[in-house]
């Protein structure tokens, strides 16, 4: 069946540093591909997406490329800050009747001035 | 426009109790969904609607009821609250079901404590 994982978090990083979040998915055929951001309090929202092999995303410095040969699509992000922090959740888009959601059990960032 | 309403942000019922989660969206979206967020299980699908009249369960249905008499509301129903459901509700949309590139806009959550 589809499904993704994600690294268990938390990622604790300092202010200014590389981070990578790495995401692997199963999923028959060519499923889109997405990063959904949750900050505290809040509902999701969509950080990325990539919708074929060796797409890339991007947004608010955040990359991630869709990897078919590896099934993976981490997030990057050159240098993280404290307004970063925040839950991170991968996610594919695959059709069985519809095209519904799986997600990934979501990663918690945190970062330290 | 508002995007994806939910109502209310926080409820506590008593194990028995019955209640009405409410969501209403105001972008003419025809796919409408639920997702309860539990620690460490990511978001589950706990039904979805492609349409008004046209609803359908997710991988966690039990224990919920919902229906869609218009495209912008799409209410979930606690039949009888248990304390298995003490959880985070979203309430999410998007324009079509048959674009796997769509994006789903979220609203900001239900937290529900049932004990």
């Known amino acids: 069946g589809n499904s993704v994982t994600q690294m268990e978090g938390p990622v604790t990083l300092s202010e200014e540093a590389f981070l990578t979040i790495n995401c692997t998915y199963t999923?028959?055929?060519?499923?889109?591909l997405f990063w959904y951001v949750q900050y505290p309090g809040e509902g999701l929202q969509l950080l990325l997406k990539?919708?074929?092999?060796?797409d890339k995303g991007s947004n608010k410095g955040f990359e991630a490329t869709y990897r078919k040969e590896t099934t993976s699509f981490h997030l990057e992000k050159g240098s993280v800050q404290v307004s970063d922090s925040a839950v991170y959740f991968c996610?594919?888009?695959?059709?069985?009747?519809?095209?519904?959601?799986?997600f990934g059990t979501g990663t918690r960032l945190k970062v330290l001035a | 426009n508002a995007g994806v309403t939910q109502t209310p942000k926080f409820q506590v019922l008593k194990t028995g109790q019955s209640m009405t989660l409410q969501c209403a969206q105001d972008?003419?979206?025809?796919?409408m969904s639920w997702y309860r967020q539990d620690p460490g299980m990511g978001l589950r699908l706990i039904h979805y609607?492609?349409?008004?009249?046209?609803?359908d369960q997710g991988e966690v249905p039990n224990g919920y009821n919902v229906s869609r008499s218009t495209t912008e509301d799409f209410p979930l129903r606690l039949l009888s609250a248990a304390p298995s459901q003490t959880s985070v509700y979203f309430c999410?949309?998007?324009?079509?079901?048959?674009?796997?590139?769509?994006?789903?806009?979220f609203g900001p959550g239900t937290r529900l404590l049932v004990l």
């Open positions: 999410a949309s998007r324009f079509t079901s048959y674009q796997p590139q769509e994006t789903q806009y």
């Open positions: 990539a919708t074929k092999a060796d």
């Open positions: 609607s492609v349409g008004a009249g046209i609803t």
């Open positions: 999923a028959t055929g060519y499923p889109s």
């Open positions: 996610a594919l888009s695959r059709a069985s009747g519809t095209y519904k959601y799986i």
């Open positions: 972008m003419n979206h025809e796919y």
